[in-house]
């Protein structure tokens, strides 16, 4: 998923459309609850054989109760800057970020976005 997956032409897809008209929203109280401190969902699916299906989600993955790895990380940040930065300097700026932890100063990951 990247952000060719949230554009006006991903939108219009034939298929989405036809999936879209499959869902239903509704207010959840234990979402209600916990939103915005957290981003909660639940899904609920009917299959076609009349069978009912729930998966309920409290701790979003990325937040603190559910972090993504830095392998996780990484692809997420190369998506973002993906046609903004080279590969090489992705790599390098999120390397840089990855160390900050352990780093003394931002100095290196400051160098790494200044170019």
Known sequence: MGHADFTDEAA??????????????YSDDRCDEIYPH????????RTRDGSWY?????????GPANPLSDDELTMKFDLNVEGRLSPESAVEVAGAALALPAAE???????????
């Not at 957290?38 to 699916?45: I, M, N």
């Not at 100063?105 to 170019?115: C, E, F, H, I, P």
Request: positive net charge; charged residues 30%; aromatic residues 2%.
């Open 12 to 25: 219009k897809d034939p298929r989405t459309l036809e999936l879209a008209r499959l869902v239903t929203s």
């Open 38 to 45: 957290q981003f909660p969902a639940v899904l609920r699916v």
């Open 54 to 62: 729930e998966a309920r989600v409290d701790h979003n993955r990325g």
């Open 105 to 115: 100063s931002l100095d290196a990951l400051m160098a790494t976005v200044r170019g």
